[in-house]
């Protein structure tokens, strides 16, 4: 049973902002590597910057790379274009072309001022392009702020790796959980007597289970139950319905009281956006009757001779969805051998790539043709999976077969 996504409070966005923002108070002061080979640009920009930077000289480009490649590396490079033996663009290409200098802001101080040079400028990887004569205002301003944007970015690159070991922690700790209630939802106590089970579980856990026991006066008793969603978060609601199934049908309640049980105790025990559809049989063998509950699920559908003779719709509300009146199962006389099919509805949604759904009913020609030919239940996957055809399925599916 699908639902809608539920964002958690603690979103990935609010841990990065908040990461971010704890360091809000980092000054944006740094180191600037001035790249020029006229000593009189030199020290006006030297005298420029030195009040609120470090700063470090070249006066050509393999000084400026190497002074660049040193640890630690500037915060942001001043490039002049016109120098001899290696111009700015060749200097800005081989700082791009180096992950340890890549990320390193350039501004292109210099006097060609056509279009094309401040494009080819750009398009080499520089964040900026002022042209010669400089304003002095300016030129403070422009490192001002491409150096907020340095700093901005790497607490940003921070923050993203603290996220990763977050994540890396929530999986880890994801897969211990999913290991638990896998276990768990296995229980020693499913008599698999007279049934044969079909599970295809989109995630590791499902939220889908299982049940089936006799009761005190020798009636076989099969449940199959579907929460909403799928994963680690439907299943968390097997162990409860587990336990009560088994200690109900151990005392040996009608299904009735049974039900009633289960709602109250899911409705008291989930979040109300979580419930479970769920539908379930009932034998008596000595009178061959057939007792039948079906609440929010697919038809429970019964074959004789590999053909439906009869489907159970649902009738009831699906338990821990709401507070409800008593609800009265229904009772059918059945033949030896006859059989019983519960879905959940994972089956019956499962759509084509032109959005059809599959539908009950292929699904009643699918069941029959499988136990007319005495199948194996993969059959069932397989061709569900040849509909669909694309990718992974969206829900999981789980069907029970009970021969009376």
Same mark, same amino acid.
């Given at each position: 049973?699908?639902? #809608? ?5 603690? $979103? ?19 180191? /600037?590597? /001035? ?17 609120? =930077? ?35 663009? @060749? ?5 791009? $072309? ?19 040079? @401040? ?11 002022? !042209?010669? #004569? ?8 422009? +490192? ?15 923050? =993203? ?32 007597? =007279? ?43 097997? #162990? ?16 009735? +009281? ?42 429970? *559908? ?22 409800? #009146?008593?609800?009265? $199962? ?17 089956? @019956? ?11 009950? @009913? ?7 043709? !499988?136990? *007319? ?13 040849? =509909? ?17």
């Amino acid at each position: 049973m699908q639902e #809608p996504w539920i964002v958690n409070k603690f $979103s990935a966005s609010t841990i990065l902002i908040n990461l971010i923002s704890s360091d809000n108070d980092m000054d944006d002061s740094g180191t /600037i590597l /001035i790249v020029d080979d006229t000593p009189a640009n030199i020290d006006i920009l030297t005298e420029l910057l030195s009040d609120n =930077y470090k700063t470090k000289i070249a006066t050509n480009g393999f000084k400026a790379l190497k002074l660049a490649a040193a640890t630690p590396s500037p915060d942001l490079i001043l490039l002049d274009i016109m120098m001899p033996e290696m111009d700015g663009y @060749e200097v800005c290409r081989q700082l791009k $072309s180096e992950e340890a200098t890549r990320g390193i802001p350039v501004i292109f101080l210099t006097a060609k001022a056509e279009v094309e040079d @401040e494009t080819r400028g750009l398009a080499i990887g520089a964040v900026d392009y002022i !042209t010669k #004569p400089i304003s002095l205002p300016i030129v403070l301003e422009r +490192v001002k702020t491409h150096l907020k944007l340095r700093n901005a970015n790497r607490r940003l690159s921070e923050a =993203y790796k603290e996220l990763d070991k977050l994540n890396a922690v929530l999986v880890e700790e994801r897969d211990f959980i999913e290991t638990v209630v896998s276990k768990i939802q296995q229980s020693p106590l499913l008599d698999t007597s =007279y049934l044969r089970i079909l599970e295809k579980p989109v995630d590791k856990t499902t939220g889908d289970i299982v049940c089936a026991a006799s009761c005190p006066n020798g009636a076989r008793r099969v449940m199959l139950g579907d929460f909403t969603g799928h994963g680690l978060t439907a299943a968390i609601g097997g #162990p409860l319905v587990s336990e009560i199934f088994y200690s109900e049908t151990r005392t040996g309640v009608s299904i009735e +009281v049974m039900f009633k049980t289960l709602n109250k105790r899911l409705l008291h025990a989930l979040p109300v956006e979580m419930f479970m559809a769920c539908s379930c049989i009932e034998l008596d063998a000595e009178k061959m009757q057939l007792t039948m509950f079906n609440a929010g699920m697919t038809s429970i *559908l019964i074959l004789r001779d590999g053909k439906v003779i009869h489907k159970e719709q649902s009738n009831f509300a699906p338990r821990g969805l709401m507070d409800i #009146p008593d609800d009265k $199962s229904t009772t059918l006389s059945v033949q030896k051998n006859d059989r019983v099919v519960m879905c959940t509805d994972g089956l @019956e949604e499962t759509t084509n790539p032109n959005g059809e759904m599959f539908g009950e @009913e292929r699904f009643v020609q699918l069941i029959e043709q !499988t136990l *007319l030919k005495e199948r194996p239940l993969d059959f069932i996957i397989e061709a569900i999976q040849g =509909y669909h055809q694309s990718g992974s399925l969206a829900d999981d599916i789980s069907l029970v077969e009970f021969t009376c």
